[in-house]
């Protein structure tokens, strides 16, 4: 199959679904905590053309230029993103197919691997009353920025001792939406029907979105198991009621 490059920075545009999660534990030292985030995206305009997107995040880890998010599974319906993501970000995405279902303000998503096994379900509400005209997301986005391990598009690790840190631009007409029922596959995506997820969420609709040029850091050099120093007091606030202490080892 022939795969069009597409370099960053990308321009995007589509409808997201967005929840937080309650914070959890991730088997990786430099995890924070914090809360997760479950983000589902309909993109019906990028460099790639249009595609689906289901990812999540466990919350946020610690990097050399302070905390950031950081993907630990996503998966799209296009190869075309599933290669640029891996080679522009670092993003370790992988190929499923969407189905979606969107009438009278019900939206179900349903999600399957290529082989046909079926890995997450959604049904959403939308409450119209709530809506925001428009929305500049870009005070929050600055303030989240995706650092990722740097990887080929084969999921290879390529730069040693590099991160790549994006940040991302973003505007959209938003609404309340909540989340009416859920199931998913936990052995092939996060089980976040019994991790606390928050049933409120935001719809961010007819979103524009800018994906920036990502720059290479260098990775932590000591571990964190959390990180109540460091975020703000928003973060700090959050890190005291659902982290553990700092604990630090350097690496040898």
Known sequence: MSVSYHPAPWSLRGHAF????????????????????????RYFDAPCGPYDELLYSPG???TSSGPAYRITKI?????????????????????????WDDQKGV???????????????????????????????????RRLPLVQPSIDENTNAVLPGN????????????MVVTMEDCHTDERYFPKIENSGVGRIGINAERFEMIFRTPESIPVTNFKTICNANHGGWFWRFANKLFCKSVVREKVV
């Open 60 to 62: 946020r880890f610690q």
């Open 107 to 141: 939206v179900q998503i349903h999600v399957v691997l290529p082989n046909g096994i079926s890995i997450f379900e959604i049904t959403m509400k939308r409450h119209y009353w709530t809506k925001i005209p428009y929305i500049d997301w870009d005070f929050l986005a």
């Open 163 to 174: 991160m790549l840190k994006s940040f991302m631009s973003i505007q959209a007409s938003s």
């Open 18 to 41: 967005v929840y937080l999660l309650a914070p959890t534990e991730y088997p990786d030292p430099t995890f924070i905590g914090g809360f997760g985030v479950l983000l589902l995206i």
């Open 75 to 99: 998966y799209v319906s296009l190869m075309d993103s599933v290669i640029n993501g891996r080679r522009n970000w670092g993003i370790p995405k992988e190929l499923a197919v969407f189905h």
